[in-house]
T-cell receptor, first 116, second 114 residues
Framework: EPEVTQTPSHQVTQMGQEVILRCVPISNHLYFYWYRQILGQKVEFLVS????????KSEIFDDQFSVERPDGSNFTLKIRSTKLEDSAMYFC??????????????FGNGTRLTVT | AQSVTQLGSHVSVSEGALVLLRCNYS??????LFWYVQYPNQGLQLLLK??????LVKGINGFEAEFKKSETSFHLTKPSAHMSDAAEYFCAVSLSGGYNKLIFGAGTRLAVHP
């Protein structure tokens, strides 16, 4: 069964550094998402992306965050200058092949980001 | 605004016992409701979903959930727990007619002991 893949599984970075989290969504999906889960807290929506633009973003998704689909397969989340509170598990998700609007989200296994 | 409340951050059952994980939601429009499971070091896997139609929905691994509009609940059940069911379970809600933004509950960690 096709799956969403995320790399790396664990990333350690120093405060103030830029970090890029990578995701390969399911190949025929059209809608892409990033969620995060701070340790011990809820899974939180960050951003949704469709047709090469952001369709919705949360309050968490400030100017330090950006997303990109640089080619036909990757979907990246960039944090420009990491803060300690950015430490979390980041989940990528995708859904919705052409003609199937009401399809559920498929999540990747996540990237654990640790900011020191 | 939508929200999800999961009662009980930790639930422990014996193998073979009934599993009941509680979820209540609030939504100003008819909701889509979901249960996801997260095994250690893995992503979120869809267990089941309610969109429209039959209020009792069956999912994978023998789980089912019933949408009760009058109680704004979507509790997850399984008649007989298995050791492999030990995981974290998340209830989530989204606006009907779309799956764009899921609002998750805080999660319930299910432990199954022999």
């Amino acid at each position: 069964e096709p799956e969403v893949t995320q790399t790396p599984s664990h990333q350690v970075t120093q405060m103030g550094q830029e970090v890029i989290l990578r995701c390969v969504p399911i190949s025929n999906h059209l809608y892409f998402y990033w969620y995060r889960q701070i340790l011990g807290q809820k899974v939180e929506f960050l951003v949704s992306f469709y047709n090469n633009e952001i369709s919705e973003k949360s309050e968490i998704f400030d100017d330090q965050f950006s997303v990109e689909r640089p080619d036909g397969s990757n979907f990246t989340l960039k944090i420009r200058s990491t803060k300690l509170e950015d430490s979390a598990m980041y989940f990528c998700a995708s859904r919705g092949e052409q003609g199937s609007y009401n399809s559920p989200l498929h999540f990747g296994n996540g990237t654990r980001l640790t900011v020191t | 605004a939508q929200s999800v409340t999961q009662l009980g951050s930790h639930v422990s059952v014996s193998e073979g016992a009934l599993v009941l994980l509680r979820c209540n939601y609030s939504s100003s429009v008819p909701p889509y409701l979901f249960w996801y499971v997260q095994y250690p070091n893995q992503g979120l896997q869809l267990l089941l979903k309610y969109t429209t139609g039959a209020t009792l929905v069956k999912g994978i691994n023998g789980f089912e959930a019933e949408f009760k509009k009058s109680e704004t609940s979507f509790h997850l059940t399984k008649p007989s727990a298995h050791m492999s069911d030990a995981a974290e379970y998340f209830c989530a809600v989204s606006l009907s007619g779309g799956y764009n933004k899921l609002i998750f509950g805080a999660g319930t960690r299910l432990a199954v002991h022999p």
